[in-house]
């Protein structure tokens, strides 16, 4: 009997293939890469609003008599109407004669909360005294419907109190500061024929520079609130 | 010669007017009360009704708990972060000018002509996922603190206003 042989002829694969593919393949990798990188370093796009009465859109605080500019570092706004404040509180309070509060957040590194955990010795001591703790920077708009009045007068040697004009609305705004060499907070308070507004934002010293809005730009925000009377 | 009766007279209108006298004094003392306090930590009161209060600001500026009217390190560190933010000399003491820096902060829950009662001015930090607040009471109050539960800690009770004063951490009542 005749013996049979069976010959099977692997596949060859020739080398060029491989060489070939493998260049494939990390010229796909490289491309998804790079792309990624580059994907990965464009912000996303900025909206910042025509008018800022838009941040309240939506919110019980929709209609209320509020700024029409805030600087572009404000992104948000969370607005807090008469009867959360109440709730808040925690006891009835007279909520025909609460303010209505609109607090701006401003966005960037130097605005944002920096504590890890609470004060504590876990916080060395060169970078508090730096100011690398620091909390979140905001601008507080509260408005009193009806009011004429503004709150007592703040007084300390820290503190100045001076008069100045809104150019715009025609009206004239209190700028209280407690300026500790150029820090500290500012309190911008003025009233017109609905009611009584205030401005409250902290001037910040950080670590890294400053933080919070300009007083220049506090006063824009006030001006800004009557800017469509006209 | 003046006459028994022009002298029980004049005595009476000294003590009169001597307590009239005391009373704008205390009114006066009252109000400034929180600008003009005693120094709070190290370099004055380590306890009391005004350490609340220093606590219950430290609260919302820097996320210090408890607020048990007692000093301790975690109440020097916070201090020191609020003062270096703040733009003031830091020390760890709450002397006049940090008093006057955090009273500044403070607003009225209220419309300013309208005397809301029990706590009626706010102090308030936007902080990641909400905020931390520490009320106040002013009208009819002389000034009190309003710790909010989950931050105040025994003697301080929350919800209560306490006395900012130099004394113990006493509980006030407010008109209404």
């Known amino acids: 009997m005749a013996d049979v042989v069976t010959t099977i002829e692997e596949p060859k694969i020739r080398p060029e293939w491989l060489l070939g593919g493998a260049v494939t393949l990390l010229g796909a990798i490289i491309i998804v890469v790079v792309t990624m990188v580059i994907g990965s370093g464009e912000d996303e796009p900025v909206v910042v609003p025509a008018d800022a ?63 890890r955990g609470e004060p504590g010795l876990a916080w060395p001591e060169e970078e508090v005294r730096s100011g690398a703790y620091h909390p979140a920077s905001a601008i507080t708009y509260v408005a009193y419907p009806g009011s004429g009045e503004l709150s007592e007068e703040l007084s300390g040697d820290n503190v100045t109190v001076e008069s100045q004009d809104l150019p715009e609305s025609g009206l004239e705004a209190r700028v209280t500061r407690v300026d500790n060499n150029g820090f500290g907070p500012v309190r911008v308070e003025w009233t017109d024929d609905a009611g009584s507004y205030l401005l409250l934002a902290t001037l910040g010293r950080t670590s890294t520079g400053t933080a919070g809005p300009t007083v220049t730009e506090l006063i824009k925000i006030a001006d800004s609130v009557a800017a469509e009377d006209k | 010669m003046p006459t028994t009766r022009t002298w029980l007279q004049a005595g009476g209108g000294t003590v009169v007017a001597a307590l009239i006298i005391a009373a704008v004094v205390q009114a006066v003392n009252s109000t400034a009360t929180w600008v003009s306090n005693d120094p709070v930590g190290e370099c004055g009161n380590t306890s009391g009704g005004e350490v609340v209060a220093a606590q219950n600001v430290l609260w919302a500026g820097t996320g210090l708990k408890p607020v048990d009217g007692a000093w301790d390190s975690e109440s020097e560190v916070a201090t020191e972060a609020f003062q270096a933010y703040n733009g003031l000399p830091v020390s760890g003491c709450v002397d006049t000018s940090t008093w006057v820096t955090m009273r500044a902060l403070a607003i009225s829950l ?18 990641p996922g909400g905020s931390r607040e520490a009320y106040f009471a002013e009208n009819d109050c002389d000034w009190g603190s309003y710790v909010q539960p989950g931050v105040a800690r025994s003697p301080v009770a929350s919800n209560k206003v306490i006395a900012l004063s130099r004394d113990a951490v006493t509980e006030i009542e407010c008109g209404g």
């Open chain 2, 110 to 127: 209220c419309d300013p002509e309208f005397e809301c009662q029990g706590p009626d001015h706010r102090i308030r930090y936007a902080a």
């Open chain 1, 53 to 115: 009465t838009e941040l309240t859109s939506g919110t019980c605080a929709e209609d209320l008599r509020q700024p029409h500019w805030v600087p572009d570092a404000v992104r948000h706004a969370v607005a807090e109407c008469p009867a959360d404040i109440s709730a808040g509180i925690g006891r009835t309070t007279a909520e025909d004669h609460l303010g209505t509060w609109i607090t701006y957040t401003l966005d960037g590194a130097e605005n944002a909360e920096t504590f």
